[in-house]
C-alpha cells in the first residue's frame, strides 16, 4: 500500500515524516511501528541540487530489482553542513516476522526517473525491526554519498540494534536492545527473567550491535537513537 505524507510535527524544521504502511489491519494491539530516521549527507559544493529517494520492500522482492510504486513520496533535497537534511518516516505493519528492505538513491530529481546502474545507491536490510504491539526506532546518519552503483549486498542490521520497549537509559549509548538470553526487550524473555535482563551492574546494555555504519543517537537533529 502507498505511503501517506503527514504535516511535519512540531519542533522539526526539516524533512518529511512518512506513514508507510505495510498490510496493516484495524486491531492496534497486533501493529507494530518502526520509527526510523535518516540524517542526509550534505549537497556537494559546485553541483546541481541532488536529492535522496527512499524506498522500501520486504523480501523476496531483490534489491538490484527496480521497486516501482513502492512509495509516492519524493526524495528529500540534500542540505549542508550546517543544517542537514533529515528525513522521519513511520513504518507500520501486522506481519512482524520479515524482514524489511530499504533502497536510498541519490539523484538530480526528487523521484530518480533518470536512476541507472551509476547511480550511488545504499541498500540495508532490517534484519527483525517490527515487534508486535510495540514502537521500536533505529536511526543511521549517512556522512557521505556513496560511489556510483549499488553495493554488492545489503548492510544487514542486527535486530538487537532496534531500539524500543526499555524506557530507562543509560548514561552512555546502549549496544544491544537484547536481553543476556537473546531476546529482544520488545519479545518475551526465555526462562522468566526479569525486564532488566541484559543490563550489567552499572546500567549498560549487555551485547553487540551490527558495527557498520554509524548509527544516530538521541541526541542527533531529529531526536534519533544511536
Known amino acids: ?6 504535516p511535519t510535527p512540531t519542533g522539526v524544521d526539516r524533512g518529511l515524516v512518512i506513514v508507510l504502511i505495510l498490510a496493516i489491519g484495524s486491531g492496534c494491539a497486533r501493529n507494530a511501528d518502526l520509527e526510523l530516521t535518516l540524517t542526509l549527507p550534505q549537497q556537494p559544493a559546485g553541483t546541481p541540487a541532488m536529492f535522496a529517494y527512499v524506498q522500501f520492500e520486504r523480501p523476496p522482492v531483490a534489491f538490484d530489482s527496480e521497486w ?40 538530480s530529481s526528487p523521484r530518480c526517473e533518470s536512476a541507472g546502474p551509476t547511480t550511488p545507491t545504499l541498500w540495508y536490510e532490517l534484519e527483525q525491526p517490527f515487534h508486535r504491539g510495540a514502537r521500536t526506532y533505529w536511526s543511521r546518519v549517512i556522512d557521505a554519498i556513496p560511489a556510483p552503483g549499488h553495493p554488492c549486498a545489503p548492510e544487514t542490521i542486527d535486530r538487537c540494534a532496534i531500539r524500543g520497549c526499555v524506557t530507562v537509559f543509560p548514561p552512555t549509548d546502549p549496544v544491544s536492545f537484547c536481553r543476556l538470553d537473546g531476546t529482544h526487550f520488545c519479545d518475551p524473555p526465555v526462562g ?16 553487540a550491535s551490527d558495527g557498520g555504519g554509524r548509527d544516530g543517537g538521541p541526541h542527533d537533529a531529529a531526536g534519533g537513537d544511536r
Open 68 to 107: 516501482a510504486g513502492t512509495t509516492d513520496v519524493d526524495g528529500t533535497r540534500l542540505g549542508t553542513a550546517a543544517a542537514p537534511a533529515v528525513v522521519q518516516l513511520s513504518v507500520l505493519t501486522e506481519d512482524v516476522a520479515a524482514p524489511l528492505r530499504m533502497k536510498v538513491r541519490f539523484c
Open 1 to 6: 500500500m502507498s505511503p501517506v505524507v503527514v
Open 192 to 207: 522468566g527473567m526479569g525486564p532488566d535482563a541484559g543490563r550489567s551492574v552499572d546500567g549498560a546494555m549487555c551485547g
